[in-house]
């Protein structure tokens, strides 16, 4: 007897059924069921394994996401059919997500910002927002409300500015904020070993409601120290050591705010502050290796091409 | 009329005072809008020091002084109000013009009560001191490490009352009748400042008050010998959060 029509229509499903009897025109019913339970039926059932969540890779942490998305988009629903005992489920959602193509760029996963050198994923939000917000940081200035004991060493009448002392002494939020700058400071000038707790003061200048630039003094117990000579771009060392007073480990002011004889006032408040009764000269300052841009204040500053500077790493304390 | 308080900073103000109190018993205290200065001096018959103590402004969360003030402390009375301020309590000393008392009010921090204590005036003795030139730059400085220092004059006190210094551009030599300790720049013992080869600079001070500048070296990280040609030398050790302490021998 011929086969209902429906028979051959069933409904779909992932797993193959190769023991489906086929559709024979059988005349006789009975013989079709004996011959059904004579066969060995085995149904191999496949299940489809959850989609997995790591699928993205082992290093899925904040700071360096993947910017592709899964394709199996996890949270869509999956619709269930059951067919002869078995489930099976089946992705019938597309994800949407925006896919991008590793076609072999430089900086696919990794994007340098050339102004503050940060290295950011391009695609993730949160990424771009750590970068945005250090991004502002460097380029304007940390904002800074200002402290209720603030020592302030020098305001220059025009500005509006001020610059302020910070020791070891001070409390705890003075100095964190202090090393909130230096580390800003220290992607631009590659230096490590940067422990605020071993300087002996830190001069910031403030703006009204931003803080601009910071210097870190050290008074270095002299000694050590070798002349220099500029000569077009190079630096040239005296083979003579000659003492110093006081030594500059860094002084550092945000790009927005350079060439505003700013860094020129932190040195003339350092010399003035070192010690009560006494300004340093000019040529009593020594500095640690020095940019380009460095070199230029430098020379300014001291009015010739021969300065004083030290090794830190020589510094025994 | 005026207003200095310290918030967290009384312990401060207390430990810088305290050297003083071997100095004298008088002192004279001079408030104005920038600074507050204690000065005390020694028994001028015995030895000519004298001790100031320089506060900034920003060393007080706030400081108000309607017009300069001067007044005479006992300053026993004074290191006794400041000590009944615990170390973490705000300290608030103030004055009127017409009163001759000072008042102290502490706060503690943790339990907000309050204490209240005052110090009378005491009367201006005739043979007030002269203020010193402050803000005066010196020619030439020699920074010790205060530990240092410490050591050096209990040991040359065994020798002598009085210390001579003289100082090239790499050494200082300390000597007490025969003894001498010398210092050098490139083993990192010292810092000079301002003297060169050819001028080499001498000053000499006295260790009669021995005990007060050992006080005094034990707040500061370093100390600084200041000379000038003209003046009398200066010993400063800067007291960090609250000021400077300076000594100038005559």
Redesign the interface.
Known sequence: MQSKISAFFKPSSVSPKPSDPPPIFNDDDEELSVWEKKQHQSFSTYKRRAPNPQRGGSDYSSDNQLAKKPISDDNSPKPESTLLGKTVTKNKKRSYAQLHLDLGQSDFLLHTCSVCGVMYVTGDEEDEKAHKGFHNDYTRGIQFKGW?????VHAPKVGGGRILLV????PPAQRNKVENVVRMMETEFAMGGFCPSCL?CICLFCLPGLLAVWEVIR??????EASNEHLNGATLYEKE?V?A?CGIRAIWVTPANRRKHIATQLLDALRKSF???????RS?LAFSQLTSAGKALVSNYIGSGHFLVYNTNNM?S | MFELRLNQGAVLLRKAVAPLVDLANYADVEITPEEVIVLTSGNPTISEVLALLRIPDSTFIHLRCDDPRSFVLNLGGLYFNLNRAGDDDELTIHGDDGDDLIGFVTVNSRTQEFGFSELSLAEAYPDLMDLPELDYEYQAIVGIPSQEFRHLIMHLHYFGQTVSVSVTDTEIKFSAVNEEVIYRTELGECIIGGVQLEHPVFLIFSLHYMSVILNACLLSNMVWLLQSDDLPPMLNCPVGAIGNLMFYFN
């Open positions: 209720s004991n603030e020592r302030v020791l070891d002494c001070d002996r008074k270095a117990p002299a000694a050590r050591a003492p007073v010690c009560m009764g006494f300004v340093l000269e009593q025994n």
